[in-house]
């Protein structure tokens, strides 16, 4: 029979669901386009995606969840390191 450890039961080391990072991705992504003063119609043509992916990624009320190829091909067209898109 094994003898039970003492140790305390670690915590969970995640806080947040993919609903949480997807939801800073978009508000990011927002963000940097008008930064840089870009239509929608203006980062699809840059990123080779349509006009309606970037509207559908950035509308929160529509549940696109973009992969992270295409969000690395969006933080190029940006002009960021992808891990910007990622902070709150």
């Known amino acids: 029979m094994r003898k039970r450890s003492n140790k305390p039961i670690m915590k969970k080391a995640f806080k ?4 949480y990072y ?16 870009l239509t929608q119609q203006d980062l699809a043509d ?3 995606l349509s006009r309606e992916y970037i509207c559908d990624i950035e509308n929160t009320s529509r549940d696109k969840h973009p992969t992270v190829a ?3 091909r969006i933080a190029e067209a940006l002009n960021i390191d992808i891990g910007e898109l990622f902070k709150r």
């Open 16 to 19: 947040h669901n993919d609903e």
């Open 22 to 37: 997807y939801n800073i991705i978009r508000e990011n992504i927002r963000k940097y386009r008008k930064v840089k003063n």
């Open 46 to 48: 840059m990123t080779e």
């Open 70 to 72: 295409v969000i690395g």
